[in-house]
């Protein structure tokens, strides 16, 4: 479980992230959403330890990365998995070294050990033998995306975080990649957090969600509350679209 | 600071010192043909020009071999071949930093929890350092090789009176001078272009930018490097 409490961050002077508490659960996808430029991003990387909080605490089960030396982050930091918007893969690897790579530098396993766990992450995410001597130049982006998946769960990891899964992938691939993460989430009991403003997301895999609004905690809650929650800032969100205001629709006409 | 973290303890140090032969190939031995070509027909321009213009009867035919041979020890393979690396080496080093960071690489490693600076910048410097004496072997060889061409292949100079000049009044330190002076400018060329390449921050705009500033940058610095190695080791 990471915990986030009373975070504030600035940059040049400007206040970005206002005050902001919130629990990332076990076993979960919590979901941090919002519209471009409300603070997710930067959220997420104060979560991390890429941008430094300058006010607050951030417990991973009740240790705070704030107050840590560099060296005991870095150790944190072997419990931690990331898939990057763009995939983030080394281009001058191919798929199976990609995978191989966190392996290669913090694990003590053989090189069979190795290899075999190699392939058993990227099988997982249904990249076989075919694709695993391809460089992520020659697959396209929704098989970097589960590479980059692959990677990021290769040792094991306690917390995965994922900055917009779904950016630049067609709805089906996005659908895939949703899926993915969540049966990982909840196979491994990872706590996992998903950055993102893809409502299909929401509905398809988000169990806990926080909504950021100009850099505030707006609201709190799971998938299931959003249609009845009353909050202003929610609404509008949420219902920006078409599609889902229908679906509001429809289901308030069915309750009548 | 970036230096102190490149200069670090690694957390793989296996990892680490695997990937300097690596950059040693794509910094040092890729550049062998450049550096070879730029040799070969400075040694024969230089040579052909020194034979041309010094038409002064008292200066003796045999200065041709000792002026190339002193300019190639003293400037040419450190100084003017370190100026042609920055743009070829230092613009590669930038560009490949400065595009791993717009796509958020740096940031996977940091993520992994490995010093970005140490797995990437470190073998970059000790692949181009280590890699520095044999480019300034080459290409003091091939200098001379090229004004020895000139001299068997045409009627400016002939052969003894070249291999005379190159053997004449040789002072075996101004080849320890090239070397060290490689080895600085080297390093000045790996790690500034680093630097630019590791922060640049933006698109591919930035990453333009990068590789500019470095090329730039580094040269400057060499040149001034340059004045302060020659006072403290010629004079």
């Known amino acids: 479980?990471?915990?986030?409490?009373?975070?504030?961050?600035?940059?040049?002077g400007k206040q970005i992230l206002h005050d902001i508490s919130a629990t990332f659960y076990d076993g979960k996808v919590n979901q941090i959403i919002g519209p471009s430029g409300s603070g997710k991003t930067v959220l997420m990387k104060c979560v991390i330890g890429l941008h430094r909080a300058e006010k607050g605490e951030i417990l991973y089960d009740g240790r705070d990365i704030l107050s840590m030396q560099k060296n005991e982050v870095k150790r944190l930091r072997r419990e931690v998995g990331m898939l990057f918007q763009?995939?983030?893969l080394f281009d001058s690897q191919t798929v199976i070294e990609n995978v191989l790579f966190p392996l290669e530098m913090f694990s003590a396993m053989t090189k069979i050990e190795r290899e075999e766990r190699a392939k058993f992450c990227l099988e997982r995410v249904n990249l076989y033998e075919d694709k695993h001597k391809l460089y992520p130049s020659e697959i396209s982006g929704g098989m970097q995306k589960r590479v980059a998946i692959a990677r990021a769960i290769a040792l094991?990891?306690?917390?995965?975080?994922?900055?917009?899964?779904?950016?630049?992938?067609?709805?089906v691939t996005s659908l895939v990649i949703d899926k993915l993460i969540k049966e990982i989430t909840q196979e491994y009991n990872?706590?996992?957090?998903?950055?993102?403003?893809?409502?299909?997301?929401?509905?398809?895999?988000?169990?806990?969600?926080?909504?950021i609004r100009e850099g505030h905690k707006a609201w709190?809650?799971?998938?299931?509350?959003?249609?009845?929650?009353?909050?202003?800032?929610?609404?509008?969100?949420?219902?920006?679209?078409?599609?889902?205001?229908?679906i509001k629709m429809n289901s308030f006409n069915k309750n009548l | 600071m970036l230096m102190g973290r490149t200069f670090t303890r690694p957390e793989n140090r296996k990892m680490v010192w695997k990937q300097?032969?690596?950059?040693?190939v794509k910094l040092g031995t890729d550049s062998i043909i450049?550096?070879?070509?730029?040799?070969?027909?400075?040694g024969v321009i230089m040579t052909m020009q020194v034979v041309l213009n010094t038409e002064n009867p008292l200066l003796p035919r045999y200065t041709t071999g000792l002026m190339l041979r002193d300019t190639y020890l003293l400037e040419f393979s450190s100084t003017i071949m370190c100026?042609?690396?920055?743009?070829k080496v230092g613009s590669n080093i930038a560009s490949e930093l400065g595009s791993m960071r717009v796509s958020e690489q740096i940031d996977a490693l940091e993520i992994m929890g490995i010093n970005s600076a140490n797995y990437l910048i470190f073998p970059k410097i000790m692949g181009l350092v280590l890699f520095m004496p044999v480019l300034v072997t080459l290409c003091t060889g091939l200098g001379l090789l090229g004004g020895m061409g000139v001299a068997k292949f045409t009627s400016l100079i002939t052969v003894d009176n070249f291999v005379y000049g190159l053997q004449y009044a040789f002072i075996p330190f101004y080849f320890t001078y090239s070397v060290v002076k490689a080895v600085f400018f080297g390093f000045i060329i790996a790690s500034v272009s680093s630097y630019y390449g590791y922060f640049a921050s933006g698109g591919a705009i930035a990453v333009g930018k990068a590789s500019t500033n470095a090329v730039v940058k580094s040269s400057i610095l060499m040149l001034l490097m340059d004045i302060v190695l020659t006072d403290i080791m010629l004079t």
């Open chain 1, 1 to 12: 479980m990471i915990e986030v409490r009373n975070i504030i961050k600035s940059f040049d």
């Open chain 2, 83 to 87: 100026l042609l690396l920055a743009g």
């Open chain 1, 86 to 88: 763009g995939a983030a």
């Open chain 2, 20 to 24: 300097v032969p690596v950059e040693m």
């Open chain 1, 156 to 171: 094991n990891p306690k917390y995965l975080f994922c900055d917009e899964p779904n950016s630049g992938l067609d709805p």
């Open chain 1, 190 to 211: 990872i706590t996992t957090i998903v950055n993102t403003h893809d409502m299909n997301s929401i509905m398809e895999s988000g169990d806990h969600i926080l909504l």
């Open chain 2, 34 to 42: 450049l550096v070879a070509i730029i040799s070969i027909f400075m």
């Open chain 1, 220 to 246: 709190e809650g799971s998938r299931n509350e959003i249609f009845n929650s009353d909050n202003q800032s929610l609404q509008e969100f949420v219902f920006a679209s078409d599609l889902f205001k229908t």
